[in-house]
């Protein structure tokens, strides 16, 4: 019998990513991380939304109605965040056949379709005391809503063939070409006169708020941020789980 070679550089690497697509390391590494990723995702969150809604100072124009961007603004994040996680998926899918790239966008997809979901129902609980109105048709309302019916549309095509590769396959196309809605939404307050805010935080410039009410804003986003990957990671873990029952199953 024949041992397969391991290429040097493989060899060379004390870290390698790519050991983490043999299911079996990735459900071993999964679970010893897990448990701290939730204690400290439920940390920040816990300590991100009490500082934020109850020691936190109202905005001087929009009053107490501010404090919602502690859920919204990491919402929005995270919504555009998995979904180019999701595109990186479909890549590795599409391109290198990496065994959990295909299980994991699975994984990604109701979560990201759910944080849209708030995102969306925040910010119209966020509009209607500033805006008057729920909705409006602007550029980055919009191009989140594109977002949104994204997710669904990746969640629907997982599923609308018999044959699961070719589910696969056809989520994946969407995912990348549905990236190019990232930019739409991330300049769409730049390039177009909307009724949405211009972002707070910049590269070039100094965030737009002070930092009594962006600290607790960013532990809210980190929070959030755990929150997700442990949601990710559970949905991720079950998934293998199955398939290797199912196999089990199947050659009894």
Not at 166 to 181: C, E, P, S
């Amino acid at each position: 019998m024949t041992k397969t070679s391991v290429p040097p550089s493989a060899k060379q690497s004390g870290f390698n990513i790519h050991r983490f697509a043999n299911p079996g390391t990735f459900l071993r590494f999964e679970s010893k991380i897990q448990p701290w990723v939730i204690a400290f995702g439920i940390l920040f969150v816990s300590i991100g939304i009490v500082w934020g809604l109850f020691f936190s100072p109202a905005d001087w124009q929009q009053g107490d109605s501010v404090r919602i961007m502690y859920i919204h603004v990491p919402m929005a994040i995270l919504a555009s965040g998995g979904y180019f996680g999701l595109a990186l998926c479909a890549l590795c899918s599409l391109i290198w056949k990496h065994p959990l790239a295909d299980l994991a966008a699975e994984a990604i997809g109701p979560i990201g379709a759910v944080i849209t979901a708030l995102c969306l129902i925040t910010g119209s609980l966020w509009g209607k005391p500033m805006w008057g109105t729920w909705w409006v048709w602007d550029a980055r309302l919009t191009s989140v809503l594109v977002l949104f019916f994204l997710y669904l549309g990746h969640i629907t095509l997982l599923h609308a063939f018999d044959d699961q590769q070719k589910g696969y396959k056809a989520a994946a196309i969407l995912a990348l070409v549905g990236v190019f809605d990232l930019p739409i939404i991330k300049f769409s307050v730049n390039w177009w006169h909307t009724l949405h805010q211009p972002s707070t935080f910049s590269i070039t410039h100094a965030p737009a708020m002070s930092l009594s009410m962006m600290w607790p804003l960013i532990f809210c986003f980190i929070g959030f941020a755990l929150g997700f990957i442990a949601l990710v990671c559970i949905q991720l873990r079950a998934a293998i789980l199955e398939r290797q029952v199912r196999h089990l199953l199947l050659n009894e």
